[in-house]
């Protein structure tokens, strides 16, 4: 197992050095071959998470295997990358994988430094209800970290154009609509999944406690995060908020997110 996780990290990290050639020097090539490492390492991934959870998490606990940092980081490595080769085949936006690779392979080189300690899992959360609810989560946070990269993005193309000092960036980032529509994307995606995945455990939480809502810091600052991404989608549906403001939201966002912890 060990042998595969190093084989992911190198992956990962071979193809955050294609993105960066790729941002330095412009050649297709370069983004093709690191997107394929970046799929490569994403297969990999897969296949490693699924043996944990088919030898270990299965049969005793039947939950996903995040109950300790070091799963928790791995999972979330796997999402980035995984919500990434989605996007890439819809607009094509083939820079934000400079941030995509990378994020996911320092991630996934924490995971791996991290002592993998055994966890007592509680008995309340042995159930499939809890693993669809880990995966929607982790789904939209992976959403919410891209549509933040996006977001930053816009602000600096925006600036350099605005400025009209096309230097280094403005040759190489994608136009200001491509950015916004993948931005927006990234929230209704990423906002679908969390709520989802809240609703799932708000209702869990009912069925083994008693109660929808125990007023926990994770469940305040979750609440929070919700309201802010509901409040851009309806901004943009209702008096058409786009480009900077919702650039600014996406960053926003995704950094109240951060207080997020998963149940």
């Given at each position: ?5 190093i084989?992911?990290?190198?992956l ?29 390492g ?17 049969h ?24 990434f080769?989605?996007l ?11 941030f ?8 996934m ?30 789904i939209?946070e992976?959403?919410?970290a891209l ?20 230097g ?23 906002f679908s ?23 926990t ?6 609440g929070?995060t ?37 149940l």
């Amino acid at each position: 197992m060990e042998f595969m996780v190093i084989a992911i990290i190198i992956l990962y990290l071979f193809s955050t050095t294609g993105y960066v050639i790729y941002l330095l020097a412009q050649k297709d090539y370069q983004q093709k071959a690191a997107f394929y490492l970046l799929l490569a390492g994403f297969t990999l991934h897969c296949i490693a998470m699924g043996y944990e959870y088919a030898c270990y998490y299965a049969h005793i606990t039947r939950t996903m295997p995040v109950h300790n940092l070091h799963d928790t980081l791995s999972v979330a490595s796997w999402s980035i990358a995984g919500v990434f080769l989605l996007l890439r085949y819809k607009f094509r936006l083939k820079i934000l994988g400079v941030f995509a690779a990378s994020l996911s392979a320092t991630v996934m080189i924490i995971s791996n430094w991290l002592p993998d300690v055994p966890v007592e899992v509680n008995t309340a959360f042995n159930s499939l209800w809890v693993v669809v609810h880990v995966v929607f989560i982790f789904i939209g946070e992976a959403s919410m970290a891209l549509a933040f990269a996006t977001g930053l993005l816009y602000l600096v193309q925006e600036h350099a154009i605005k400025t009209k000092k096309r230097g280094f960036f403005y040759k190489r980032l994608p136009s200001l609509d491509l950015l916004d529509a993948t931005g927006y994307v990234c929230i209704v995606v990423g906002f679908s999944m969390l709520t989802i995945g809240l609703i799932l455990g708000i209702v869990y939480a009912k069925l083994i406690s008693g109660n929808f809502w125990s007023w926990t810091l994770k469940e305040v600052f979750s609440g929070i995060t919700w309201i802010v991404y509901a409040g851009l989608i309806h901004q943009r549906f209702t008096v058409g908020w786009r480009g900077r403001r919702a650039a600014i939201m996406a960053i926003i966002g995704f950094k109240s997110d951060r207080s997020h912890v998963v149940l």
